[in-house]
């Protein structure tokens, strides 16, 4: 059963020896499109849906091929984001193509897209059986706060993160830590308290917010609603990575 797919991608840069998006060396395609407006983004040119430059799985699985000497043991091929569950169809090709050749796969995402309708829930368990790892960023608990920070609530984020862990997949959780944001107590204490739930993550990284994306901001005409707030002290991170240990 060929399935021929004329699934475009949209995309909006390739990085061809990440060290940080995954295990190992790892090619790493960024997807555009994103419908989160989190206050702290720091890559807000990949919202548009429309932007990026158009490739088909096979083409871009042939680009990610010339690397595969380097991946070693671990290493492979990461997508990223923006948000790539926004573009399955494309990823799940990509993904299903990249198991043929024995590719590890890993896809970091959000998780904002994840809902249990058709046709994306379908889609989604077929994406899951070609993916190695989920690399999560859970940003807020609160469901308000969350709203706050990003446009949208989280119920749907925290019932992907149940059922990757149910299916046996892998998974990295990440959480951007931000001063008097998304540092307090309570809500990190609900994030371990939830983590604590789930039965196969293999790391926890606390990313301290950076505002190396606030000049984007500024050329795209936004209002940065972070403005003034500084990145964590090395003495906050620690504080806060106590409550994951």
Known sequence: NVMKTK????????????????????????MQGCRMR?????????????AGEEWTPEALLERAWRYHNYWGENGGITVSGGEPLLQIDFLTEFFRLAKI???HTALDTCGQPFTKEEPFYGTWKRLMEYTDLVMLDLKEMDCQRHKDLTGWDNDNILAMAR???????????????VPGLTDDREGLIGLRQFMDGLKTIEKFEILPYHTLGT??????????SLEGIMPPTK??????EKIFQ
């Open 163 to 177: 059922e990757i862990s149910e299916m046996g997949i892998p998974m990295w959780i990440r959480h951007v830590l």
């Open 7 to 30: 699934a475009a991608g949209r995309i909006h840069s390739l990085e061809t020896f990440g060290l940080v998006d995954g295990p190992g060396v790892r090619f790493v395609v960024f």
């Open 215 to 224: 000049l984007k901001w500024e050329e795209m005409g936004l209002d940065y």
């Open 235 to 240: 003495e906050e991170v620690k504080k806060a």
């Open 38 to 50: 989190c206050r702290y983004c720091h890559n807000p040119e990949t919202w548009s849906e429309t």
């Open 101 to 103: 050749r024995g590719i």
